[in-house]
Nanobody
Framework: QVQLVQSGGGLVKTGDSLTLSCAASGLPGARYPMAWFRQATGDGREFVAHINWNGGITDYADSVKGRFTISRDESKSMLYLEMNSLKSEDTAVYYC??????????????????WGQGTQVTVSS
C-alpha cells in the first residue's frame, strides 16, 4: 500500500522560512517523479515544484522560483520542499504527490497517482 505522509507545516511570518517533508512508503520498485502542489481556500490545486526520478531535474512555478527548493533523499524515501522568503500569497494547504503510472505533464494534477494528506502553511504579515 502506497502512502505519502507529510509533516512540517505551520504558521510563520512574512519573510520566514519553512521546510515541508513527505515520507513515502510502499512505492514499488524504481524511483518516481514527485511534486508539490498547493491549494488556497477557494482556489484549485496548483503546481508548485517537480523533481524527476533521480533528483537531477527540478522545475518550479514562476511564483516560487528562486524562493523554494524541492529535493529528495532516496536513502530515506523522503521528499522535501524548502520555502524561503515566504509571502502571504504562499498561504495554502500543500500536498506532495507521486507520479507512478502517468507520463503526462508534471504540472497537471491529473497526472499524479498518489497524494499526501496535505499540510497547512499560513504566512501572516
Amino acid at each position: 500500500q502506497v502512502q505519502l505522509v507529510q509533516s512540517g507545516g505551520g504558521l510563520v511570518k512574512t519573510g520566514d522560512s519553512l521546510t515541508l517533508s513527505c515520507a513515502a512508503s510502499g512505492l514499488p520498485g524504481a524511483r518516481y517523479p514527485m511534486a508539490w502542489f498547493r491549494q488556497a481556500t477557494g482556489d484549485g490545486r496548483e503546481f508548485v515544484a517537480h523533481i524527476n526520478w533521480n533528483g537531477g531535474i527540478t522545475d518550479y512555478a514562476d511564483s516560487v522560483k528562486g524562493r523554494f527548493t524541492i529535493s529528495r533523499d532516496e536513502s530515506k524515501s523522503m521528499l522535501y520542499l524548502e520555502m524561503n522568503s515566504l509571502k502571504s500569497e504562499d498561504t495554502a494547504v500543500y500536498y506532495c504527490a507521486a507520479q507512478l503510472y502517468n507520463s503526462g505533464a508534471y504540472s497537471q494534477v491529473v497526472n499524479y497517482d498518489y497524494w499526501g494528506q496535505g499540510t497547512q502553511v499560513t504566512v501572516s504579515s
